[in-house]
């Protein structure tokens, strides 16, 4: 399994942005499909966005659709997310994932997790 640090978080305007980072170890990165998930107090966690190994074939959440944009660096072993236009029902801990193969929406898909960063969105 991947290990994975993310860091970025932080207490932010509503329409302010943060972009969380998350660097992996251990096995060839490449080879993941790496995803974001959001995790507010009380509730599940939820799909944020997805990219795939090596064709960065993007999917997103409806609602972070066109605010945030998932990137990553096969070469440095990082993955990112843009958020811009952040509301506050974007708080929560984001958490960084990786799966061997093609990217999914779903939590219990990916086997490799990050401890997680806070994101706080103020009114």
């Known amino acids: 399994q991947l290990r994975l640090v993310e860091s970025g978080g932080g207490l932010v305007q509503a329409g302010g942005s943060l972009r969380l980072s998350c660097a992996a170890s251990g096995p060839p990165f490449s080879t993941y499909a790496m995803g974001w998930f959001r995790q507010a107090p009380g509730k599940e966690r939820v799909f944020v966005a997805a990219?795939?190994?090596?064709?960065?074939?993007?999917k997103y959440a409806d609602s972070m659709l066109g605010r945030f944009t998932i990137s990553r660096d096969n070469a440095q072993k990082m993955v990112y997310l843009q958020m811009n236009g952040l509301k506050p029902e974007d708080t929560g801990v984001y958490y960084c994932?990786?799966?061997?193969?093609?990217?999914?929406?779903?939590?219990?898909?990916?086997?490799?997790w990050g401890q997680g960063t806070q994101v706080t969105v103020s009114s």
């Open positions: 994932s990786g799966r061997a193969g093609i990217i999914a929406t779903t939590p219990g898909a990916y086997e490799s």
């Open positions: 990219i795939s190994r090596t064709t960065f074939t993007t």
